[in-house]
Nanobody
Framework: QVQLVESGGGLVQPGGSLTLSCKAS????????MAWYRQTPGKQRELVAT???????IYADSVKGRFTISRDNSKRTVYLQMNSLKPEDTALYYC???????????????WGQGTQVTVSS
């Protein structure tokens, strides 16, 4: 099995910063693209940022210039540095990873359980 565990969420004032982490563990041969999504009640889950195993990144327009996604392949961990946070960034943030479990298997997508980020004064 593969587990993704997020951490780093919390309550922060507008303009503040937070860094989320997501560590993958379990039976893993290789991790391809990793990503962060977020979701608020009543809305669809939306993509925040993605990063390939080679470090190429894509960001949602709403977070460009404020959020930075990075990863440490040796630690099987992806990070999301969030600066200049706004109340509209409040959401449950999920980690996603495209994983190949063995050299003989195809890739599968895995999700973490989510970590809450609340931006409020």
């Amino acid at each position: 099995q593969v587990q993704l565990v997020e951490s780093g969420g919390g309550l922060v004032q507008p303009g503040g910063s937070l860094t989320l982490s997501c560590k993958a563990s379990g039976s893993i041969y290789r991790i391809y693209t990793m990503a962060w999504y977020r979701q608020t009640p009543g809305k669809q889950r939306e993509l925040v940022a993605t990063i390939t195993s080679g470090g190429n990144t894509i960001y949602a327009d709403s977070v460009k210039g404020r959020f930075t996604i990075s990863r440490d392949n040796s630690k099987r961990t992806v990070y999301l540095q969030m600066n200049s946070l706004k109340p509209e960034d409040t959401a449950l943030y999920y980690c996603d990873a495209n994983v190949q479990r063995t050299v003989l298997t195809t890739t599968e997508n895995y999700w973490g359980q989510g970590t809450q980020v609340t931006v409020s004064s």
